[in-house]
């Protein structure tokens, strides 16, 4: 794909893992973002205040370069705002139905279109478990408002395909939904352990394999309603710890926050002939929500 860097920057809402505006998780889009300084992309995506905005420039080493922000920092990789991004641009027809390359920071990842759902590749699971991190149990349980002593059926562990987040298993949607975290607690935590953040899940539930809730604050995301890089960790660990044996899985988040935000991720797992995960993708479906003027961002410095 070839980008004209001298076409005026679009900006453009999008909702990623959702078939409606009322579900899902938003994402700004920036498409023709070449000109744009690193400085400028900051502050557009502080002023949009959304979990994270994909800057779309021109690549010498895939179809796109894509750069993420959140309202704070920028990030390496991120599934929702790659599912949006992707969707923009297949809908704008300004990439063939199939596959195209991503780059990112961290360089290439492999991109796929079907059935009017964006997939993103992610890599095999890591695990470091709670001892070998230096946390306690209770440190976690204290960061989620929940008691010191408090019991978990599976300990918690770090698991990243790419970037890592606490998968921590609760027994109920009551537990999940009921929630106080500390924002500050969780943050360092996160910012120790090298996190994104603490993905919270329940397996007792219907229609789905989990349903979840993702806390990041060290990003500046106080809670998020998708996220396909976190869920990509956690089918990992429901096939490798909990022992649930099959490749597709379908992961629920946005249900139990205090404003919902239903999201569906689909996580698909890549197994060698002994059952091991060799890697996998993560994705669902992407809708454009609105386009926005950038005029009042004051785009080039």
């Known amino acids: 794909m070839t980008f004209d860097i001298h076409n005026t920057p679009e900006l453009y809402i999008m909702k990623a893992f959702a078939n409606s505006p009322n579900g899902g998780n938003a994402a700004g889009v920036v498409l023709y973002a ?36 959140t309202p704070v920092r920028q990030i390496p990789h991120c599934g929702h705002a790659t599912v949006a991004t992707f969707s923009l641009l297949w809908q704008k027809g300004l990439l063939p139905n199939g596959s195209a390359i991503k780059e990112s920071i961290e360089g290439t990842r492999q991109i796929s279109f079907e059935n009017n759902k964006v997939y993103q590749a992610q890599l095999a699971p890591s695990y470091t478990s709670l001892a070998e991190a230096g946390v306690e149990p209770g440190e976690v349980a204290l960061a ?46 996160s910012e120790r352990l090298g996190l994104v953040g603490f993905y919270v899940f329940t397996i007792a539930i219907a229609g789905a394999d989990a349903t979840t809730r993702m806390f990041a604050p060290s990003y500046g995301i106080a809670e998020e309603s998708a996220t396909g890089m976190a869920a990509g960790p956690l089918a990992c660990y429901l096939h490798d710890f909990l022992k649930i044996d099959k490749a597709d899985f379908l992961i629920h988040q946005g249900y139990l926050m205090d404003h919902p935000s239903p999201s569906q991720i689909e996580v698909q797992l890549e197994l060698d002939e002994q059952g091991a995960i060799t890697g996998l993708r993560a994705g669902g479906a992407g809708i454009i929500v609105k386009q926005l003027e950038l005029g009042e961002f004051r785009v080039y410095a």
């Open 34 to 69: 070449d000109r744009i300084p690193r400085d400028r992309k900051q502050k557009i995506a502080a002023t949009l205040g959304l979990s994270e905005t994909a800057f779309v420039s021109a690549s010498e080493l895939g179809d796109v370069k894509v750069e993420f922000f």
């Open 144 to 189: 989620l408002g929940l008691p010191a002593d408090f019991i978990f059926e599976h300990m918690p562990v770090v698991a990243s395909t790419g970037v890592a987040f606490l998968l921590v298993q609760v027994q109920d949607i009551p537990t999940v939904g009921g929630l106080q975290p500390s924002q500050e607690q969780i943050k360092s935590i």
